[in-house]
Nanobody
Framework: QVQLVESGGGLVQAGGSLRLSCAASGRTFSTLHMGWFRQAGGKEREFVAAISRNGDDSYYSAFVKGRFTISRENAKNTVYLEMNSLKPDDTAVYYC??????????????WGQGTQVTVSL
């Protein structure tokens, strides 16, 4: 069983930056494809970014491309989401997800509990 624990969320002003981290345990990290999702109040959860097992391939949703960067350190069992030029619309609970088969699967196998990101004007 894979456990995922997110951290790094908080309150930031518009235009600011945050870096989210997700620590994984329970399985060799380099065998996991990793993703980030978010869910704002009253809305469906949406895909943000994903990265392949070895970090060679990454994918982004259109609304974060150019502002957010996903990366990973397999030696530290951690995936990151660097978020720059934050906007109030980026306010959401951000979730880390892991999958054993695909970088952008239809559904991910494992999910973290989420970390709140709030962007103020």
């Amino acid at each position: 069983q894979v456990q995922l624990v997110e951290s790094g969320g908080g309150l930031v002003q518009a235009g600011g930056s945050l870096r989210l981290s997700c620590a994984a345990s329970g399985r060799t990290f380099s065998t996991l494809h990793m993703g980030w999702f978010r869910q704002a109040g009253g809305k469906e959860r949406e895909f943000v970014a994903a990265i392949s097992r070895n970090g060679d391939d990454s994918y982004y949703s259109a609304f974060v491309k150019g502002r957010f960067t996903i990366s990973r350190e397999n030696a530290k069992n951690t995936v990151y989401l660097e978020m720059n030029s934050l906007k109030p619309d980026d306010t959401a609970v951000y979730y880390c997800a892991a999958d054993t088969e695909n970088t952008v699967p239809r559904t991910y196998d494992y999910w973290g509990q989420g970390t709140q990101v709030t962007v103020s004007l």
